[in-house]
């Protein structure tokens, strides 16, 4: 439907005009990736990973930057992959690494799955292909954390593969410069197509980096730079007058609501407080944590205080003189909302390695170092404040 009509309905029920008379209505794709190319080769940013245009790109520092970057922003990922790169600036480095040292640098950058599977990456890639990564998108896929996104920026960027790397920003993009009424989920493998139809056989890498650039510092979700955009005269929705309508809204499922308790576990004779690791598979897997219950979708697991102090004598193995703290714990998650109880106590007489499995004594200035997971360090904060 690009430029045909002079109405444009899309799935909100938006009605706008349709300056269909002010474009080009070029959209073939070697023009756009032209067009494309040429605003990215003038107004790239200097980000930590990149090399000068042209100069060949290390495997290693790519395959480490797009894993930062899934579900990151830029602003978030430059400290930590300079950081990474400082403690282990080749593949060989990091799979040697010892895997709570890379924990505690991967600390605050969430999804700590990525730091489990990097390592496992690292290692494989290591031991098994000698330190040298696939240059195939096929290659890269069987890899441990490297998703169908990653594993074509990877090949686009690293190798100059021909390859069509779409995540959101991209799916956003597109849906608006052809004007695709359908919710991104449902956008892939055409957005793919398209894609994959304007990546130049000379810059494959180039063209990925500058279709996520122009996603992230123009085609942005709120607010696209149109009158910037080197699409502005192909574009469908930049002929709009609100551009940012595209791509259609799935209509939200709410997140549901969990909840549960928490316990903070403090030691006579100067120990310090109870950390256990987390089970390896699911949320948090792998990671050091306060011990906590079950965390539940039923209402009123941690609505009443003396249902906090029974789950504190059922979960834990030791008597202690449990309190409930006023304060609650609030987290999100990617798919529910958490609210935690915080019940706090102590244990008497010495230290035993198996009285916890996997847990461990530290104290508060200790625990500051840890690679603690964000809502674990939201239980320290408030026990710190209430202690
Ligand atoms: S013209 Fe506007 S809506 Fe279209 S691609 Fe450019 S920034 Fe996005």
């Given at each position: 439907?690009?430029?045909?009509?002079?109405?444009?309905?899309?799935?909100?029920?938006?009605?706008?005009?349709?300056?269909?008379s002010?474009?080009?209505?070029?959209?073939?794709?070697t023009?756009l990736?032209?067009?494309?190319?040429?605003?990215?080769?003038?107004?790239?940013?200097?980000?930590?990973?990149r090399?000068?245009?042209?100069?060949?790109?290390?495997?290693?520092?790519?395959?480490?930057?797009?894993?930062?970057?899934?579900?990151?922003?830029?602003?978030?990922?430059t400290?930590?992959?300079?950081?990474?790169?400082?403690?282990?600036?080749?593949?060989?480095?990091?799979?040697?690494?010892?895997?709570?040292a890379?924990?505690?640098?991967?600390?605050?950058?969430?999804?700590?799955?990525?730091?489990?599977?990097?390592?496992?990456?690292?290692?494989q890639v290591?031991?098994?292909?000698?330190?040298?990564?696939p240059?195939?998108?096929?290659?890269?896929?069987?890899?441990?954390?490297?998703?169908?996104?990653?594993?074509?920026?990877?090949?686009a960027?690293?190798?100059?593969?021909?390859?069509?790397?779409?995540?959101?920003?991209?799916?956003?993009?597109?849906a608006?410069?052809?004007?695709?009424?359908?919710?991104?989920?449902?956008?892939?493998a055409?957005?793919?197509?398209?894609?994959?139809?304007?990546?130049?056989?000379?810059?494959?890498?180039?063209?990925?980096?500058?279709?996520?650039?122009?996603?992230?510092?123009?085609?942005?979700?709120?607010?696209?730079?149109?009158?910037?955009?080197?699409?502005?005269?192909?574009?469908?929705?930049?002929a709009?007058?609100?551009?940012?309508?595209?791509?259609?809204?799935?209509?939200?499922?709410?997140?549901?609501?969990?909840?549960?308790?928490?316990?903070?576990?403090?030691?006579d004779?100067?120990?310090?407080?109870?950390?256990?690791?987390?089970?390896?598979?699911?949320?948090?897997?792998?990671?050091?944590?306060?011990?906590?219950?079950?965390?539940?979708?039923?209402?009123?697991?941690?609505?009443?205080?003396?249902?906090?102090l029974?789950?504190?004598?059922?979960?834990?193995?030791?008597?202690?003189?449990?309190?409930?703290?006023?304060?609650?714990?609030?987290?999100?998650?990617?798919?529910?909302?958490?609210?935690?109880g915080?019940v706090?106590?102590?244990?008497?007489?010495?230290?035993?390695?198996?009285?916890?499995?996997?847990?461990?004594?530290?104290?508060?200035?200790?625990?500051?170092k840890?690679?603690?997971?964000?809502?674990?360090?939201?239980?320290?904060?408030v026990?710190?404040?209430?202690?």
């Amino acid at each position: 439907m690009v430029g045909s009509d002079i109405i444009v309905f899309n799935f909100s029920g938006f009605c706008g005009l349709n300056m269909a008379s002010a474009k080009s209505n070029n959209t073939n794709p070697t023009v756009l990736s032209r067009q494309l190319l040429k605003w990215f080769d003038a107004n790239r940013r200097d980000l930590a990973w990149r090399t000068a245009p042209g100069v060949a790109r290390d495997p290693y520092r790519v395959w480490l930057s797009e894993v930062m970057l899934q579900q990151t922003q830029v602003v978030s990922v430059t400290p930590y992959y300079l950081k990474f790169l400082k403690n282990w600036p080749n593949v060989h480095k990091l799979a040697s690494a010892d895997d709570d040292a890379v924990m505690v640098a991967w600390a605050g950058l969430g999804y700590y799955a990525r730091a489990r599977n990097l390592l496992k990456c690292a290692r494989q890639v290591s031991l098994e292909l000698d330190g040298v990564f696939p240059d195939s998108e096929a290659g890269l896929l069987a890899l441990p954390g490297i998703g169908p996104y990653s594993a074509a920026a990877i090949a686009a960027i690293a190798f100059g593969r021909k390859a069509a790397a779409v995540d959101g920003n991209v799916v956003r993009v597109v849906a608006r410069l052809d004007g695709l009424d359908r919710p991104p989920a449902k956008l892939k493998a055409k957005v793919g197509a398209r894609v994959m139809g304007m990546v130049p056989k000379a810059r494959p890498g180039d063209f990925a980096e500058a279709c996520m650039e122009l996603g992230a510092t123009v085609c942005r979700a709120r607010n696209p730079a149109c009158d910037i955009c080197p699409w502005l005269k192909s574009c469908h929705a930049g002929a709009s007058a609100t551009p940012e309508m595209w791509p259609v809204r799935s209509p939200k499922t709410p997140k549901p609501h969990r909840k549960g308790w928490v316990f903070w576990v403090e030691r006579d004779g100067g120990e310090g407080v109870l950390l256990v690791r987390r089970p390896p598979k699911g949320l948090l897997g792998g990671m050091m944590g306060f011990p906590t219950t079950e965390w539940s979708t039923q209402a009123g697991t941690q609505s009443r205080n003396d249902e906090g102090l029974r789950l504190a004598s059922q979960t834990l193995p030791k008597a202690g003189d449990w309190q409930v703290l006023e304060a609650r714990i609030k987290h999100t998650f990617t798919h529910f909302h958490l609210e935690l109880g915080v019940v706090r106590g102590r244990w008497a007489g010495a230290w035993r390695a198996d009285e916890v499995p996997g847990g461990d004594w530290y104290r508060a200035n200790e625990l500051e170092k840890q690679a603690l997971p964000s809502v674990m360090r939201k239980v320290f904060a408030v026990a710190q404040k209430q202690g």
